[in-house]
């Protein structure tokens, strides 16, 4: 019985803990910037400034990416997040986001498919996959992304 009391007393510890961190939906609102950082034969490193509301009364931290990106329809490649991002609570706020993005292919082949996007004037972006995210401790959630957005060129910083 003695043995048991600690785990016992370890076990009502983490129940309020883990219902604190119950989580309603995160919501990426907006794309408001991009930002090319390098460009490498098969990889490309940029920063995106993302709005990103967050209703929930605990803050978190963002672990993990693992997100296909899409370039007007085209799928590009795997993105993973290089940096931890902090997302504060009960925010509505902009959040920089680095990432890097392994292509499917050398950049070169992707050439037909940038030449109309820069003629077109605007980049039709699409990220599908997976986040995970840790608060509380220890305690983790994945969330998953599938967002479309158009930027206009003239708004990039390139």
């Known amino acids: 019985m003695r043995k048991l009391f600690p785990s016992f007393l370890l076990f009502l510890f983490l129940i309020p803990l883990a219902s604190s961190c119950s989580f309603e939906d ?16 098969n990889e490309l490193n940029y920063e995106l400034k993302v709005r990103i509301n967050n209703p929930n009364n605990t803050a978190f931290t963002i672990t993990r990416a693992d997100v296909d990106l899409f370039l007007s329809g085209t799928e590009m490649g795997r993105t993973r997040l290089p940096e931890k991002v902090k997302i504060k609570s009960n925010s509505n706020e902009v959040v920089t986001v680095k990432l890097q993005t392994e292509l499917n292919k050398p950049l070169k082949e992707y050439m037909g498919t940038l030449l109309s996007t820069v003629l077109a004037g ?7 996959g997976e986040v995970k995210g840790r608060c509380c401790l220890l305690i983790t959630k994945k969330f998953d992304v599938d967002h479309q957005e158009r930027v206009a060129i003239k708004d990039l910083a390139f």
Do not use: A, G, P, R
């Open 26 to 41: 995160v919501q990426v609102e907006e794309i408001t910037d991009f930002k090319m950082l390098s460009v490498e034969k």
């Open 122 to 128: 605007q980049l039709n972006l699409e990220l599908q």
